[in-house]
Nanobody
Framework: QVQLVESGGGLVQGGGSLTLSCTVS????????MGWFRQRPGNEREKVGYISVSGGVTHYADSVKGRFAISRDNAKNMVYLQMNSLKPEDTAVYYCNTAPVPSGSWGQGTQVTVSS
C-alpha cells in the first residue's frame, strides 16, 4: 500500500496558478495510475483527474479540463498537479491517491483557496 503526502497549496487570486506535489512512498508506485481528488466546502470528494502508469495518458474532469495538468516523475515517486486560471470554485482541499480507485490511505491533503 502506498502512503501519500500532498503539498503546495495556498492562497491565490482568481486567474492565478499553483502547482501541487504529491510524495508517494511504499511499494508499487510505478504500478499505479495516480489521480488528484478534491473536496470543496460542503461537497463530497470528487475526482479532478488521473494519469496513467507511464504518464502518457491523462484524463480530467470537465470542470478543470484545459486549465489543470497532471504529470508524474516515476524516478522520484512524485505526482504533480499544475493548476492555471484558477477560479474561486476551485477552492478545496486537494488529495492524491491511486486511480481510478483510491487504494491508499488518504493523506491530509493540501488546502487551495482562490480569492475572487
Amino acid at each position: 500500500q502506498v502512503q501519500l503526502v500532498e503539498s503546495g497549496g495556498g492562497l491565490v487570486q482568481g486567474g492565478g496558478s499553483l502547482t501541487l506535489s504529491c510524495t508517494v512512498s511504499g511499494r508499487g508506485f510505478r504500478s499505479y495510475a495516480m489521480g488528484w481528488f478534491r473536496q470543496r466546502p460542503g461537497n463530497e470528494r470528487e475526482k479532478v483527474g488521473y494519469i496513467s502508469v507511464s504518464g502518457g495518458v491523462t484524463h480530467y474532469a470537465d470542470s478543470v479540463k484545459g486549465r489543470f495538468a497532471i504529470s508524474r516523475d516515476n524516478a522520484k515517486n512524485m505526482v504533480y498537479l499544475q493548476m492555471n486560471s484558477l477560479k474561486p470554485e476551485d477552492t478545496a482541499v486537494y488529495y492524491c491517491n491511486t486511480a481510478p480507485v483510491p487504494s491508499g490511505s488518504w493523506g491530509q491533503g493540501t488546502q487551495v483557496t482562490v480569492s475572487s
